[in-house]
Nanobody, 123 residues
Framework: QVQLVESGGGLVQAGGSLRLSCAAS????????MGWFRQAPGKEREFVAA????????HYADSVQGRFTISRDNAKNTIHLQMNSLKPEDTAVYYC????????????????WGQGTQVTVFS
């Protein structure tokens, strides 16, 4: 079992930056790929970024490519999402996910999810 706790969300002006963190419990953290997803009101949960078990491979949604960076620190059981050049359309609840064997954008391949952290970008 893996428990995930996100932090770092907040209110930011368009063009600004935020850094999300996800702390994981469990001794098998370093064996999992991890991902970030987001869900805006009235919309389905969508993929944002994913990273493989050792950080050697990352994958991004087209909408955030070049603006967001995912990273992980296996010694601290933590992953991060650095979000730069934020836009109002980035407003959503951001979720950390774990447990996939691949750094994929497929929601159903991640069995473990955090509770989410709200990101609001105003213009």
């Amino acid at each position: 079992q893996v428990q995930l706790v996100e932090s770092g969300g907040g209110l930011v002006q368009a063009g600004g930056s935020l850094r999300l963190s996800c702390a994981a419990s469990g001794s098998t953290f370093s064996s999992y790929a991890m991902g970030w997803f987001r869900q805006a009101p009235g919309k389905e949960r969508e993929f944002v970024a994913a990273i493989n078990w050792n950080g050697g491979y990352t994958h991004y949604a087209d909408s955030v490519q070049g603006r967001f960076t995912i990273s992980r620190d296996n010694a601290k059981n933590t992953i991060h999402l650095q979000m730069n050049s934020l836009k109002p359309e980035d407003t959503a609840v951001y979720y950390c996910a774990a447990g996939s064997t691949l750094a994929t954008g497929t929601v159903k391949l991640y069995p473990y999810w955090g509770q989410g952290t709200q990101v609001t970008v105003f213009s």
